[in-house]
């Protein structure tokens, strides 16, 4: 199974920002899966998604175990959060952080770095 295959699992229920998300994935020809609640590592190791997008810091603290479980696993923990979360979410094992007010430019910018597409 490739890492692209299961999408880019957003983990929250903020559905105005699940939305936008959606939005900027399909122009950019990703797809995205919804995850309410925190999955658990077997099931985020066994799927490879291609990155892990927490709708908060607050749901990125949440979800330690988690990110603890995957440190040494190569799925990226990517978070939205605002110009003074940053610092936190990195430390708490954000790879990259989709700042507030959220941009498609910036959207496309943060996915790329962390997990480029691939062409069919």
């Known amino acids: 199974m490739s890492s692209l295959s299961s999408g880019y699992w957003v983990i929250g229920a903020d559905p105005t920002l699940i939305h936008l998300l959606r939005r900027f994935a399909e122009q950019s020809g990703r797809v995205l899966r919804d995850q309410a609640s925190v999955p658990d590592v077997g099931a985020v190791r066994l799927a490879r998604p291609a990155a892990l997008i927490f709708l908060s810091v607050e749901q990125l603290q949440a979800a330690q175990s988690l990110v603890d479980g995957l440190a040494a696993h190569d799925t990226p923990i990517l978070v939205c959060a605002s110009v003074t979360d ?23 910018a943060v996915l790329a770095a962390v997990r480029p597409l691939q062409p069919p």
């Open 86 to 108: 940053v610092a936190s979410a990195r430390e708490l094992g954000a790879d990259a952080c989709l700042v507030h007010p959220l941009t498609y430019a910036q959207f496309q």
